[in-house]
Protein backbone atom coordinates (compact mmCIF):
# COMPACT_ATOMS: atom_id res chain seq x y z
CA UNK A 1 0.00 0.00 0.00
CA UNK A 2 2.89 2.25 0.79
CA UNK A 3 4.06 1.54 -2.33
CA UNK A 4 1.03 2.34 -4.35
CA UNK A 5 0.41 5.60 -2.44
CA UNK A 6 3.51 7.06 -3.43
CA UNK A 7 3.19 6.29 -6.74
CA UNK A 8 0.65 9.35 -7.10
CA UNK A 9 2.75 12.67 -6.11
CA UNK A 10 5.60 11.04 -8.27
CA UNK A 11 3.22 11.07 -10.68
CA UNK A 12 2.09 14.53 -9.99
CA UNK A 13 5.46 15.48 -9.52
CA UNK A 14 6.40 14.40 -13.63
CA UNK A 15 3.62 16.18 -15.20
CA UNK A 16 4.61 19.08 -13.45
CA UNK A 17 7.83 18.83 -14.91
CA UNK A 18 6.52 18.02 -18.10
CA UNK A 19 4.23 21.36 -17.98
CA UNK A 20 7.22 23.45 -16.74
CA UNK A 21 9.39 22.16 -20.03
CA UNK A 22 6.25 22.50 -22.39
CA UNK A 23 5.43 26.01 -21.37
CA UNK A 24 9.41 27.01 -21.31
CA UNK A 25 9.58 25.63 -24.49
CA UNK A 26 6.68 27.29 -26.21
CA UNK A 27 7.62 30.27 -24.56
CA UNK A 28 10.99 29.95 -26.45
CA UNK A 29 9.45 29.43 -29.80
CA UNK A 30 7.79 32.53 -29.37
CA UNK A 31 10.46 34.76 -28.57
CA UNK A 32 12.78 33.11 -31.39
CA UNK A 33 9.22 33.56 -34.08
CA UNK A 34 9.24 37.12 -32.56
CA UNK A 35 13.34 37.65 -33.04
CA UNK A 36 12.69 36.46 -36.85
CA UNK A 37 9.49 38.95 -37.14
CA UNK A 38 11.73 41.21 -36.25
CA UNK A 39 14.89 40.88 -38.40
CA UNK A 40 12.52 40.13 -41.79
CA UNK A 41 10.85 43.63 -40.85
CA UNK A 42 14.51 45.27 -40.77
CA UNK A 43 15.39 43.51 -43.69
CA UNK A 44 12.06 45.11 -45.02
CA UNK A 45 12.69 48.55 -44.08
CA UNK A 46 16.82 48.10 -45.61
CA UNK A 47 15.25 47.10 -48.55
CA UNK A 48 12.85 49.84 -49.07
CA UNK A 49 15.23 52.33 -48.04
CA UNK A 50 17.67 51.27 -50.94
CA UNK A 51 14.59 51.43 -53.08
CA UNK A 52 13.71 54.96 -51.58
CA UNK A 53 17.66 55.50 -52.55
CA UNK A 54 17.31 55.05 -55.62
CA UNK A 55 14.07 56.52 -56.32
CA UNK A 56 16.04 59.74 -54.71
CA UNK A 57 19.44 58.98 -57.32
CA UNK A 58 17.01 59.27 -60.13
CA UNK A 59 15.27 62.13 -58.71
CA UNK A 60 18.25 64.03 -58.87
CA UNK A 61 18.89 63.55 -62.65
CA UNK A 62 15.46 65.24 -63.90
CA UNK A 63 15.96 67.54 -61.35
CA UNK A 64 19.63 68.13 -62.41
CA UNK A 65 18.55 68.79 -66.26
CA UNK A 66 15.30 71.28 -64.71
CA UNK A 67 18.49 73.20 -63.35
CA UNK A 68 20.25 73.81 -66.13
CA UNK A 69 19.78 77.52 -67.22
CA UNK A 70 18.63 78.95 -63.78
CA UNK A 71 20.46 81.71 -62.77
CA UNK A 72 20.40 80.69 -59.17
CA UNK A 73 19.78 76.91 -58.95
CA UNK A 74 20.64 76.99 -54.81
CA UNK A 75 17.67 79.07 -54.35
CA UNK A 76 15.04 75.77 -55.09
CA UNK A 77 16.52 74.26 -51.89
CA UNK A 78 15.24 75.91 -48.80
CA UNK A 79 15.68 75.44 -44.79
CA UNK A 80 12.00 74.13 -44.71
CA UNK A 81 12.22 71.60 -47.14
CA UNK A 82 9.45 73.10 -49.52
CA UNK A 83 9.21 76.28 -51.58
CA UNK A 84 6.25 77.19 -53.47
CA UNK A 85 7.71 79.40 -56.06
CA UNK A 86 9.67 76.09 -57.69
CA UNK A 87 7.91 74.26 -60.45
CA UNK A 88 5.47 71.78 -60.40
CA UNK A 89 6.83 68.54 -59.10
CA UNK A 90 9.53 70.08 -56.53
CA UNK A 91 8.07 72.00 -54.09
CA UNK A 92 8.87 69.58 -51.34
CA UNK A 93 11.99 67.42 -50.34
CA UNK A 94 14.75 69.84 -51.61
CA UNK A 95 16.69 70.71 -48.44
CA UNK A 96 19.61 73.34 -48.00
CA UNK A 97 22.81 72.42 -46.64
CA UNK A 98 22.92 72.16 -42.76
CA UNK A 99 19.52 70.72 -41.46
CA UNK A 100 19.68 67.49 -40.15
CA UNK A 101 17.74 65.54 -42.15
CA UNK A 102 16.11 63.89 -38.55
CA UNK A 103 15.35 67.14 -37.08
CA UNK A 104 12.02 68.56 -36.57
CA UNK A 105 11.48 71.55 -39.34
CA UNK A 106 9.40 73.50 -36.48
CA UNK A 107 7.72 73.48 -33.27
CA UNK A 108 5.30 70.79 -33.74
CA UNK A 109 6.14 69.93 -37.19
CA UNK A 110 6.68 65.91 -38.35
CA UNK A 111 10.40 65.22 -38.69
CA UNK A 112 11.34 65.73 -42.52
CA UNK A 113 11.66 61.90 -43.64
CA UNK A 114 8.28 61.37 -41.77
CA UNK A 115 5.35 60.75 -44.59
CA UNK A 116 3.58 63.57 -43.11
CA UNK A 117 6.90 65.34 -43.21
CA UNK A 118 8.04 67.49 -46.67
CA UNK A 119 10.43 64.71 -48.11
CA UNK A 120 9.46 63.02 -51.22
CA UNK A 121 7.58 59.53 -51.84
CA UNK A 122 9.08 57.06 -53.66
CA UNK A 123 5.97 54.93 -54.65
CA UNK A 124 6.64 51.36 -53.96
CA UNK A 125 2.77 50.34 -53.25
CA UNK A 126 -0.19 52.30 -54.80
CA UNK A 127 -2.79 53.94 -52.87
CA UNK A 128 -1.37 54.16 -49.72
CA UNK A 129 -3.75 57.26 -48.59
CA UNK A 130 -0.36 58.68 -46.98
CA UNK A 131 -1.39 62.06 -47.66
CA UNK A 132 -3.98 61.67 -44.48
CA UNK A 133 -1.54 63.22 -41.68
CA UNK A 134 -0.56 63.73 -39.75
CA UNK A 135 -2.24 60.26 -38.96
CA UNK A 136 -0.40 57.70 -41.72
CA UNK A 137 -3.03 54.90 -43.85
CA UNK A 138 -0.36 52.15 -43.89
CA UNK A 139 -0.27 49.30 -46.58
CA UNK A 140 -0.43 45.67 -46.59
CA UNK A 141 3.13 45.48 -47.06
CA UNK A 142 5.05 48.00 -45.44
CA UNK A 143 4.07 50.52 -42.59
CA UNK A 144 4.80 53.51 -45.18
CA UNK A 145 6.23 54.05 -48.51
CA UNK A 146 10.18 55.23 -48.87
CA UNK A 147 10.70 59.09 -48.51
CA UNK A 148 13.87 60.83 -49.42
CA UNK A 149 15.08 64.62 -49.35
CA UNK A 150 17.51 66.07 -51.98
CA UNK A 151 20.40 68.59 -50.84
CA UNK A 152 22.51 70.85 -53.48
CA UNK A 153 26.21 69.82 -51.94
CA UNK A 154 28.20 71.29 -55.10
CA UNK A 155 27.31 73.06 -58.29
CA UNK A 156 30.36 73.06 -60.19
CA UNK A 157 32.16 69.19 -59.07
CA UNK A 158 35.46 68.32 -62.15
CA UNK A 159 36.11 64.59 -62.30
CA UNK A 160 37.51 62.23 -64.62
CA UNK A 161 37.28 65.28 -67.20
CA UNK A 162 33.61 65.99 -66.59
CA UNK A 163 31.64 68.83 -64.59
CA UNK A 164 28.25 68.40 -62.69
CA UNK A 165 26.83 68.48 -59.89
CA UNK A 166 26.94 66.77 -56.78
CA UNK A 167 23.95 66.05 -54.58
CA UNK A 168 23.56 64.14 -51.30
CA UNK A 169 19.84 61.88 -50.90
CA UNK A 170 18.56 61.01 -47.85
CA UNK A 171 16.28 57.43 -48.00
CA UNK A 172 14.00 56.40 -45.41
CA UNK A 173 12.31 52.84 -45.22
CA UNK A 174 10.12 51.02 -42.92
CA UNK A 175 8.92 47.60 -42.57
CA UNK A 176 5.49 46.38 -41.28
CA UNK A 177 5.71 48.39 -38.20
CA UNK A 178 6.60 52.02 -37.66
CA UNK A 179 9.51 51.08 -35.52
CA UNK A 180 11.14 49.03 -37.82
CA UNK A 181 13.21 52.03 -39.97
CA UNK A 182 16.16 52.04 -41.88
CA UNK A 183 17.94 55.36 -43.30
CA UNK A 184 20.80 55.83 -45.93
CA UNK A 185 22.17 58.61 -47.73
CA UNK A 186 24.13 58.74 -50.49
CA UNK A 187 26.31 61.49 -52.11
CA UNK A 188 25.64 61.66 -56.42
CA UNK A 189 27.19 63.14 -59.05
CA UNK A 190 25.75 63.83 -62.18
CA UNK A 191 28.19 64.90 -64.57
CA UNK A 192 27.00 66.86 -67.78
CA UNK A 193 26.11 64.56 -70.66
CA UNK A 194 26.66 61.54 -68.80
CA UNK A 195 24.96 58.82 -66.61
CA UNK A 196 24.81 59.47 -62.32
CA UNK A 197 27.43 57.90 -60.30
CA UNK A 198 26.88 57.26 -56.75
CA UNK A 199 30.44 58.75 -55.19
CA UNK A 200 29.41 57.02 -51.41
CA UNK A 201 26.72 56.30 -49.22
CA UNK A 202 26.37 55.59 -45.73
CA UNK A 203 23.70 53.87 -43.25
CA UNK A 204 22.57 56.50 -40.76
CA UNK A 205 21.75 55.98 -37.22
CA UNK A 206 18.10 56.15 -35.71
CA UNK A 207 17.13 59.15 -33.36
Known amino acids: MRARGSVLPLAM????????IALSLSRQLKEEARGAGQ???????????ELGLRGGE????RLDAELEGHAAPESWFTASCGREANPAGWRTGLCSLGLPVQAR???GRQAVLHPCGAARQHIWQAAMAQGRCPKVMSGELAWANPHYVIELLVTAHRQDEATGRVY?????GWGRQPESVATLQSVYWTPHGAAGRRLAWQTLPEY
Open 13 to 20: LMLLAMGI
Open 105 to 107: LAE
Open 168 to 172: RITAR
Open 58 to 61: AAAL
Open 39 to 49: LADAGLAFHLA
